[in-house]
């Protein structure tokens, strides 16, 4: 079992930044890639990024390449997600996961409870 905690949402300026902290307790942490979604309203859910368990592969959608940055630290069992250059688009609540990584990347069996990011205009 593994339990995921998400924060740093909030409300931002277009242009601005946040940084999503995810805290992960329960099984081995650096054994999984971490992963974070989001979903806006009236959307499906979609992916956003994604770390390698020993954090030396990123992925990232292409919505949001060259803006967010995906890190974890191993020793404090967390994950980021730093956000920068932020759009109205990015407006969703932002959830942490444990995705598999194949030809495709899929959202796995865990996740945070979400936090909301809202960017004004």
């Known amino acids: 079992q593994v339990q995921l905690v998400d924060s740093g949402g909030g409300l931002v300026q277009a242009g601005g930044s946040l940084r999503l902290s995810c805290a992960a307790s329960g099984r081995t942490f650096s054994n999984y890639v971490m992963g974070w979604f989001r979903q806006a309203p009236g959307k499906e859910r979609e992916f956003v990024a994604a770390?390698?368990?020993?954090?030396?592969?990123?992925y990232y959608a292409d919505s949001v390449k060259g803006r967010f940055t995906i890190s974890r630290g191993n020793a404090k069992n967390t994950v980021y997600l730093q956000m920068n250059s932020l759009k109205p688009e990015d407006t969703a609540v932002y959830y942490c996961?444990?995705?598999?990584?194949?030809?495709?990347?899929?959202?796995?069996?865990?996740w945070g409870q979400g936090t909301q990011v809202t960017v004004s205009s």
């Open positions: 996961n444990t995705p598999s990584v194949g030809p495709s990347i899929s959202s796995g069996r865990y």
């Open positions: 770390i390698s368990g020993s954090g030396d592969r990123t």
